[in-house]
């Protein structure tokens, strides 16, 4: 693969030149800020942008449209790194050189993109009703659905407790309370703030000429290239003074365990690659040290598992467990962070790790979206890692390391979801 960075329609746009795919894949991202007071808007709008234009004001229209540039995708989605919101417009369609006759088959392409950041359905300053009824009405039953998920749940409710104050509490998808007052006319001003005041750029992947692109490219028109609104990755350090415990009762048969660590690590940090080792040998992958220790050796959980979300510094353990069990299961979860943190690590375990992580880097350039999601995390964060880079220094972390991750992590809250009948 080839990276060249270029400027295109006002904004840094990215050419990913490689004749892997049969298709040209284009995605264009608005980054803007995340806060309480707009995640339900933005979630909104993204189920809006997909399902009409002015030109196809139905479902029916735009899938029609799709099949007509020969089946090509287009997806909508948005989410938070820190304290800014992303919303990527992901777009792909089949490469004009695999179809005979289809000289004009990019241009077509692009102009229905436009038709679809551009040129919403929207009458009188407002998102049709129809269309907006309909997503309003699918978005509150999404939001009341986190409440039958109860993994989703009670991972809600462990951020949620961990602090209210920060931003991490948030759901990019929304709360009902905020979305129940919104109008179509609410939305269009959401809508219309991250055309004039996010910032943009642009990324393509596929086989092509670069300027025959540049030129194809100037029918979507220019977007803003305004200074990022907030920090995209944390930088706080919160002291814990106390261990929070949390237990809700519902009517379940299994209870969840999730247990919120605060680390030191970030995103940008040095000891980045490090963290994801750690990660992957504490609970990430099936050989983990939790998976052996808490659900092998003592079967305490149907399941468990750890992850690490970066940009605000957390690790989460989740378990699926007997709630007669909480104590020892949460006390084995405290013990092996001690362990690591006094040296004792498992070098065939890192070696496992190693490779695992390694093999996961290097399938993210088999996926236009998924390498595209990588390139736009260093932009975001505003890094320079390649995947080969990456894999070196996964390749170069040591059990030191491991350890001087290890102490950088506290446990901050435990929740518990039980049943009715739970009396521990």
Do not use: C, W
Request: hydrophobic share 40%; charged share 25%; aromatic share 10%.
């Amino acid at each position: 693969m080839e990276l060249i960075e270029v400027q295109s329609n006002n904004v840094k746009t990215t050419f990913i030149k490689t004749d892997k795919f049969k298709t040209i894949t284009i995605s264009i991202a608005f980054i803007g800020e995340f806060s309480p007071k707009n995640a339900t808007k933005r979630s909104l709008l993204t189920r809006l942008l997909t399902v009409s234009t002015k030109k196809y004001p139905t479902k029916k229209a735009m899938a029609n449209k799709l099949y007509d540039l020969y089946d090509a995708s287009l997806m909508v989605s948005t989410y938070p790194s820190y304290k800014a919101s992303v919303t990527v417009f992901n777009y792909s369609f089949i490469n004009p050189k695999f179809i005979a006759g289809s000289d004009d088959l990019i241009k077509n392409a692009i102009a229905f993109l436009r038709e679809v950041i551009f040129k919403p359905n929207v009458i009188k300053q407002a998102f049709s009703d129809k269309d907006f009824l309909e997503q309003k009405r699918i978005l509150k039953e999404n939001i009341k659905n986190i409440y039958n998920n109860k993994s989703r749940y009670a991972l809600r409710q462990l951020l949620a407790n961990m602090s209210r104050d920060e931003i991490f509490a948030v759901s990019s998808l929304g709360t009902v309370e905020d979305l129940e007052p919104l109008t179509g006319h609410d939305i269009y001003q959401t809508y219309k703030n991250m055309l004039k005041n996010e910032n943009a750029t642009i990324f393509v992947t596929g086989d092509f000429k670069n300027q025959n692109m540049l030129e194809n490219l100037k029918i979507l028109g220019d977007f803003k290239s305004n200074p990022l609104a907030a920090a995209t990755v944390s930088e706080d350090e919160v002291a814990i003074e106390k261990v929070k415990e949390i237990v809700e009762k519902q009517n379940i048969n299994q209870a969840k365990l999730l247990m919120g660590f605060r680390t030191a690590v970030n995103t940008v940090s040095d000891m980045f690659p490090a963290s994801l080792l750690f990660n992957a040998m504490l609970g990430g992958i099936f050989s983990s040290d939790l998976m052996r220790v808490v659900r092998e050796e003592h079967s305490l959980a149907y399941y468990i598992a750890s992850q690490v979300i970066s940009d605000v510094k957390l690790l989460i353990v989740s378990a699926g467990i007997d709630q007669n069990e909480y104590q020892m299961a949460s006390d084995l979860v405290i013990k092996q962070l001690e362990l690591y943190k006094q040296g004792e690590i498992n070098a065939d375990l890192l070696a496992i790790a190693q490779e695992h992580i390694i093999n996961e880097l290097v399938e993210i350039e088999d996926n236009p979206f998924k390498y595209t999601a990588f390139l736009l995390r260093n932009y975001l964060h505003n890094i320079n890692m390649s995947i080969t880079s990456t894999v070196e220094k996964i390749k170069k972390v040591t059990v030191d390391d491991i350890v001087a991750v290890a102490k950088g992590i506290n446990l901050d809250t435990i929740f518990l979801l039980a049943g009715d009948d739970y009396h521990g």
